[in-house]
């Protein structure tokens, strides 16, 4: 089955800790993304990667890193220093606009962070 | 980053009945996706755009590139309780554009 996983689906942080949402997939995209929902509201881009090994901040990247020094992996680290992390964390990727095409992003099914 | 304006932001509907809701821009894109998100769940695409004027149908679902590139909009044709859900619209400005900008939603509930 080619898709995208998330683990794990409910998360809880405790005050200055850090965690790490899990973000894999096997379609062979070249490009991955991270947003951030809250109740009511739209899509925030937290980071994301075109290619292994590269990265770019997204609109609220402040308190959150990520990596990607696999294709098919692109982990997101909460830390202690994101005041709010409360929320719903999405995890996409794209076949890459580095290939020419038209941008179509497929999403996992999402991890939901509380704070304790 | 730029949100779209989509609307309406919530409808009430009767099991039966047509949808349609739409997203505009003040800026011209060149991709525009519609996706489906249940609660607790990640989004789904359901129809995917990539030339203006161009009108694409999957299964109960219609939509629309606008001519003018700065809209689009999604129909559903005689409406079920499984359609509830709240839809999102996304768009890429440019082919090579490094995301899409997503509007803030259109929640649907299917009165039975």
């Known amino acids: 089955d080619g898709g995208i996983t998330q683990s794990p689906k409910y998360l809880f942080r405790k005050e200055g800790q850090n965690v790490t949402l899990s973000c894999e997939q096997n379609?062979?995209?070249?490009?991955m993304y991270w947003y951030r929902q809250d109740p009511g509201q739209g899509l925030r881009l937290i980071y994301y990667?075109?290619?292994?090994?590269?990265?770019q901040k997204g609109d609220i990247a402040e308190g959150y890193s990520v990596s990607r020094e696999k294709k098919e992996s692109f982990p997101l680290t909460v830390t202690s220093a994101q005041k709010n992390p409360t929320a719903f964390y999405l995890c996409?990727?794209?076949?890459?606009?580095?290939?020419?095409?038209?941008?179509?992003?497929?999403f996992g099914p999402g991890t939901r962070l509380l704070v304790l | 980053g730029q949100q779209l304006n989509q609307s309406p932001q919530s409808m009430f509907i009767q099991e039966g009945e047509d949808v349609s809701m739409n997203c505009t821009s003040s800026?011209?894109?060149?991709?525009w996706l519609w996706y489906k998100q249940d609660p607790g769940e990640g989004p789904v695409l359901l129809i995917a755009?990539?030339?203006?004027?161009e009108l694409t149908s999957n299964g109960r679902l219609t939509a629309q590139f606008g001519i003018t590139r700065k809209d689009s909009f999604l129909n559903i044709s005689a409406s079920i309780p499984s359609d509830v859900g709240i839809y999102f619209c996304?768009?890429?400005?440019?082919?090579?554009?490094?995301?899409?900008?997503f509007g803030t939603g259109t929640r649907l509930t299917v009165i039975p």
């Open positions: 379609l062979n995209h070249d490009a």
């Open positions: 800026s011209i894109f060149n991709t």
């Open positions: 996409a990727s794209s076949i890459g606009v580095l290939a020419g095409e038209q941008e179509t992003q497929y």
């Open positions: 990667s075109q290619i292994v090994n590269d990265f």
């Open positions: 996304a768009g890429q400005p440019w082919t090579g554009a490094n995301n899409l900008f």
């Open positions: 755009l990539y030339k203006a004027g």
